[in-house]
């Protein structure tokens, strides 16, 4: 078996993607994400890579798309407000159809808000965070195995539709510490990029231009790449929904969380458990696209759903929509900073199992 | 058996790399384990604290409500969470520091006067490690020869020459255990 070290969540990202291949990192330090920077800025020059600190997070995206332009993997990382500057430039890799890895570990908002974890960010990640018709990939991981590993598939999956894929976490994830398993080095980065044969690498003579751009002009060009997107959008929602159902085959509550409060859930759960409470959960792993199936088939078998979340009720709404509103959803949440902890969760529980 | 430690203080007592080296000496161990930082503009010069779970079985959340383990390094963090100590559990108090003695009856306290001692051996910043020590030669939630391979291994390049003096630091934690016994 392979080894395992002890890294921070952030630490565990930039090891794996450096190990998966990306050589070219954007960024702009802001708390909690910071040690993603750091891990690349004394990383990337050992390896020929590039480490770019930017003048800002805007600068740093439309380096991002300059680079992913060419077929490598590149990204960038940040926290809630600076995922707000970036917003233009995500939008713009939509449009021009860039795979590229973008990092938001969440702090609490609006506006500069705080330091502490948050989840608020959900509507602005999941919906497509820019202007325009768009989503990208959007991967919640709960441990910092899971940091690592989903670093490698979001590279994956953003490359095989073409679009930004993120990693979505809270500062708890970026900061805390776990054993993890790094993924194996992938040595071959030049077949990873001969893969992408719309890449801008010039043509040697041999053929015609490739043309990495978001602006058409023409009404009819537009809807076309609308539409040709939102088939890709089909598929991804078809294909590539991942999610963790937990004690589920009985449960008779259905506790809905990602990040540091699923774990903390998980405790709750445990707790529940030992009072006879029949409660589970289902862990989304994948945020866009949303895995609405499982959630529909529990509310067939279910008194009813809780969220537990970081927020003011963002992600409830994706689990009614996911059930047509066909059971309560009720709600356990902190924000701005604030974490429920497992007793609070337990009493949410216990409120339901009345 | 789950040890739930909070190690609490000032910023800049090291409170952060005892709760590295603890984690990594439960890494080595096989153990199933996790480290959460208190983050953020309290860590300069104002409290600071980390949670570490060393446990064998899987870790749910790294977030510690109940420690049955806690090591206090000022005043206010034994003020902030004697009251969160799960019965039974036991607060290493560096008493060189902490003038006031733990209040609840449920609860072990072990007093040491560490920056005392860390002063006497020319090792200022050392106390951390020396109830660090004192922890795991009490309680035994790491085997203690493990912890100066971890030591070793979770020192920066940059403090290298202070390895030996925090591997004397640890063992006077766990000579003043025995002495104690």
């Not at chain 1, 990640?125 to 919640?140: S, Y």
């Not at chain 1, 589970?280 to 696209?289: S, V």
Request: a neutral charge; hydrophobic letters at 45%.
């Amino acid at each position: 078996m392979a080894e395992k070290v002890l890294m921070k969540g952030n630490e565990a990202i930039a090891e794996a993607a450096i190990r998966c291949g990306c050589r070219h990192y954007f960024g702009y330090p802001i708390t909690p994400q910071t040690e993603i920077a750091a891990y690349m800025s004394k990383r990337m020059p050992k390896i020929g890579g590039t480490f770019l600190q930017a003048e800002s997070e805007i600068a740093a995206i439309n380096m991002v798309y300059g680079a992913a332009s060419t077929g490598r993997r590149t990204m960038t990382s940040s926290s809630s407000p600076g995922i707000s500057l970036k917003a233009e430039g995500i939008s713009y890799l939509a449009g021009a159809d860039l795979p590229a890895l973008i990092v938001n570990i969440q702090r609490g908002g609006p506006g500069l808000g705080g330091i502490q974890p948050s989840q608020s960010d959900y509507f602005f990640m999941t919906r497509g965070p820019g202007h325009g018709d768009f989503h990208i990939i959007v991967l919640a991981p709960a441990t910092v195995q899971e940091m690592a590993d989903m670093t490698r598939l979001a590279f994956e999956l953003g490359e095989k539709y073409r679009m930004p894929a993120m990693l979505l976490a809270d500062g708890t994830m970026g900061q805390m510490m776990e054993p993890v398993v790094l993924p194996e080095e992938s040595n071959d980065l030049d077949s990873i990029a001969a893969a992408k044969p719309w890449a801008a690498t010039g043509t040697g003579m041999k053929r015609p231009h490739n043309i990495i751009n978001s602006l058409y002009l023409k009404p009819d060009e537009l809807e076309k790449t609308n539409i040709e997107r939102f088939e890709r959008y089909a598929k991804l929602e078809k294909e590539e929904c991942r999610w963790e159902e937990y004690l589920m085959d009985d449960a008779e509550i259905c506790v809905v969380s990602v990040g540091i409060t699923a774990r903390v859930s998980k405790n709750a759960i445990v707790a529940a458990r030992k009072e006879g409470i029949k409660v589970g959960m289902i862990r989304p792993i994948t945020l866009y696209p949303f895995p609405k199936e499982p959630l529909a088939k529990a509310a067939a078998r279910v008194k009813s759903f809780l969220t537990v979340e970081l927020n003011m009720g963002q992600m409830n709404e994706d689990v009614k929509l996911a059930i047509n509103c066909s059971k309560k959803v009720a709600m356990c949440n902190r924000v701005g900073g604030m974490i429920p902890g497992a007793d609070e969760v337990l009493a949410a529980i216990r409120k339901e199992a009345r | 058996m789950t040890f739930e430690v909070i190690m609490a203080g000032f910023g800049g007592q090291g409170l952060l790399f005892s709760g590295k080296v603890l984690a990594h000496a439960a890494l080595i161990e096989g153990k199933e384990l996790s480290w959460l930082p208190s983050y953020g503009p309290e860590m300069r010069g104002g409290t600071c604290n980390c949670s570490v779970i060393v446990s064998d079985d899987p870790v749910g959340s790294p977030i510690i409500a109940n420690p049955n383990v806690l090591m206090v390094m000022n005043e206010p963090s034994l003020d902030k969470f004697e009251s969160s100590v799960a019965p039974g559990g036991t607060v290493f108090v560096d008493s060189s520091l902490i003038s006031r003695k733990v209040e609840r009856t449920d609860i072990n306290a072990v007093y040491i006067p560490a920056t005392q001692m860390a002063k006497d051996m020319n090792a200022h910043s050392l106390a951390n490690m020396i109830i660090l020590g004192a922890i795991v030669k009490k309680l035994g939630c790491v085997s203690a020869d493990i912890v100066e391979q971890a030591l070793r291994e979770t020192i920066s390049a940059r403090k290298a020459d202070l390895l030996d003096l925090n591997l004397k630091a640890v063992a006077m934690g766990m000579k003043f255990i025995e002495e104690q016994a």
